[in-house]
Nanobody, 121 residues
């Protein structure tokens, strides 16, 4: 029932910007933390940024100062604003949300389908 749908990926030149969006829908009772991960071919999935329901954020060292995570609790949506993009930012980006689905007993993790971000000239 619960689904996370991502959008905003694409091809961008180094130094450019991109804004990813992830919207949760379905029978949602509550959403705790939300996060963005990324995975490049042959590499482990890595945590990029997290944001709590209260708005506290954390970032990987590699993206600090360049990326901004934000959310709208009323819309069940999380964004990742990416600036000064580098080729090493190229990866599939996944959103994750800790969601209590109605009818379930507790929170569990839900993942978006992934969106490709390619930084290349």
């Amino acid at each position: 029932q619960v689904q996370l749908v991502e959008s905003g990926g694409g091809l961008v030149q180094p130094g450019g910007s991109l804004r990813l969006s992830c919207a949760a829908s379905g029978s949602i009772f509550s959403i705790k933390a939300m996060a963005w991960y990324r995975q490049a071919p042959g590499k482990q999935r890595e945590l990029v940024a997290t944001i709590t329901s209260g708005g506290s954020t954390n970032y990987a060292d590699s993206v600090k100062g360049r990326f901004t995570i934000s959310r709208d609790n009323a819309k069940n949506t999380v964004w990742l604003q990416m600036m000064s993009l580098k080729p090493e930012d190229t990866a599939v980006y996944y959103c994750k949300a800790d969601i209590w689905e109605r009818g379930f007993l507790n929170f569990r993790d839900y993942w978006g389908q992934g969106t490709q971000v390619t930084v290349s000239s």
